[in-house]
């Protein structure tokens, strides 16, 4: 047993020197885009007391959903680099990945292990995407989260908040990219298939929270077109 965790920590601590080393050679030759300094104004913002109702706009002039910009604002109290938002995209896809690792190591095959490893010290867009932030470019970690949680309870119904916690992650990284929408659907068929669904009420407190967590782009499109709201 001792064995078997020291290779996952020797697993982890090496791939950890592999994309350090890439995002070292990277990251510094990235440019920085408008989009990159609207993301720090906005969620400076928020750190002001103008709560976002809507994030940026979409190609299609379309508003997205805010929450990147709740996510940001924390790291923004402490810093406006640009280059510290970059690494905490590379942060979170690693943290994202050794998490999910994890459970892969501890509940799967070892080669289920070393092909997802592999996959994610190789895959070169997964790479790439994580050396700068931009809304779908954190949605990785969020996912991870949302499997481990799913997982566990799959594992065991009777841990209702694993349900919970999965359904606010799928929100989060639906917010941060509607595309994921699939997993959502994915989500509530498999449920339905494995015959795992929780009774009513949770049902009924997680669509609450659900549109909770939306309220902000509610509130924006059935209200006054306005992008903030004040408390001052």
């Known amino acids: 047993m001792r064995k078997i965790k020291y290779f996952w920590i020797i697993s982890m601590a090496t791939s950890v020197c592999l994309w350090g080393f890439y995002y070292f050679h990277t990251i510094t030759a990235n440019s920085f885009w408008l989009d990159q300094f609207k993301l720090i104004e906005f969620s400076n913002e928020i750190l002001e ?30 810093t406006t680099n640009v280059y510290v938002l970059y690494i905490s995209t590379a942060i979170t896809y690693v943290l994202g990945v050794i998490s999910l690792s994890y459970l892969l190591f501890k509940y799967r095959s070892y080669s289920e292990f070393i092909i997802f490893m592999s996959l994610s010290l190789t895959h070169v867009w997964s790479l790439f995407y994580s050396s700068f932030t931009w809304p779908p470019n954190i949605m990785p970690f969020f996912i991870s989260l949302f499997f481990i949680c799913f997982f566990h309870y799959i594992k065991n119904t009777s841990k209702i908040l694993y349900f919970h916690g999965a359904a606010i992650l799928l929100n989060i990284a639906f917010q941060l990219h509607t595309m994921s929408v699939v997993l959502i ?48």
């Not at 976002?52 to 402490?78: C, D, K, Q």
């Not at 659907?185 to 449920?191: E, S, T, Y």
């Open 49 to 78: 007391g103008n709560f976002r109702l809507v994030g940026m706009r979409t190609s299609r002039l379309n508003w997205n959903f805010p929450m990147i910009h709740y996510i940001l604002a924390p790291l923004i109290a402490v």
């Open 185 to 232: 659907l994915g989500f509530v068929l498999a449920l339905l298939i494995l015959g795992k669904l929780p009774r009513y009420r949770h049902w009924f407190i997680q669509v609450s929270i659900q549109i909770l967590l939306v309220s902000p782009w509610i509130f924006q499109k059935s209200g006054p077109q306005r992008q903030t709201y004040s408390i001052n």
